[in-house]
């Protein structure tokens, strides 16, 4: 009886923690025409919607690679109270062939969670990034940090997809919240 609930307790925690998803793909919309190859490479998050995943991490970054399978390799990494830096890797596929707007991601093989590409700058210097729902809610940037005046058009986009900017967790605050 105590294996089955444990097992229970994992299998809900891992869901729960990699946004696996059962809502319509339809319900946030996407990017058009990302070119994988551009997008790939370093990202630094600027902010995010709080993740259990994520909890007591700061200074994240993801470096992505494309590989020859046309699939995309992830290194997640981030800083933990301690300063040391962690790192996850991972697995991401378009389902739609050669629509790479919307990846399912894989850290822990067989669950499998939305990374849709919501807007993405002309130049690929910064990224909006969510998912299936409203639930999560990243901001990418080639930088570690963004201009003022070009974080606030960020954010009103994110708005203006729907997203509560004010639940945005900002890297800069919880570098400072981490560390204590």
């Given at each position: 009886?105590?294996?089955?609930?444990?097992?229970?307790?994992?299998?809900?925690?891992?869901?729960?923690?990699?946004?696996?998803?059962?809502?319509?793909?339809?319900?946030?919309?996407?990017?058009?025409?990302?070119?994988?190859?551009?997008?790939?490479g370093l990202w630094y998050?600027?902010?995010?919607?709080?993740?259990?995943?994520?909890?007591?991490?700061?200074?994240?970054?993801?470096?992505?690679?494309?590989?020859?399978?046309?699939?995309?390799?992830?290194?997640?990494?981030?800083?933990?109270?301690?300063?040391?830096?962690?790192?996850?890797?991972?697995?991401?596929?378009?389902?739609?062939?050669?629509?790479?707007?919307?990846?399912?991601?894989?850290?822990?093989?067989?669950?499998?969670?939305?990374?849709?590409?919501?807007?993405?700058?002309?130049?690929?210097?910064?990224?909006?990034?969510?998912?299936?729902?409203?639930?999560?809610l990243w901001i990418l940037?080639?930088?570690?940090?963004?201009?003022?005046?070009?974080?606030?058009?960020?954010?009103?986009k994110a708005r203006s997809?729907?997203?509560?900017?004010?639940?945005?967790?900002?890297?800069?605050?919880?570098?400072?919240?981490?560390?204590?």
């Amino acid at each position: 009886m105590k294996v089955s609930n444990l097992l229970k307790t994992v299998i809900f925690g891992l869901f729960g923690a990699f946004g696996v998803s059962c809502v319509s793909s339809e319900s946030v919309p996407t990017a058009k025409n990302i070119d994988i190859d551009k997008y790939c490479g370093l990202w630094y998050e600027i902010a995010r919607f709080d993740t259990r995943f994520q909890r007591g991490k700061y200074d994240s970054q993801a470096v992505y690679e494309k590989l020859d399978d046309g699939r995309v390799r992830i290194v997640n990494s981030a800083k933990n109270s301690d300063g040391k830096r962690s790192s996850v890797e991972g697995i991401a596929y378009a389902p739609n062939t050669g629509d790479y707007s919307k990846l399912r991601v894989s850290f822990f093989f067989p669950f499998y969670g939305d990374y849709y590409i919501l807007e993405v700058s002309p130049d690929y210097s910064w990224s909006i990034v969510g998912g299936a729902s409203k639930d999560f809610l990243w901001i990418l940037s080639r930088t570690p940090e963004l201009p003022e005046d070009e974080l606030s058009k960020i954010l009103s986009k994110a708005r203006s997809f729907g997203y509560d900017t004010s639940k945005l967790l900002f890297n800069s605050n919880l570098r400072a919240t981490c560390k204590k």
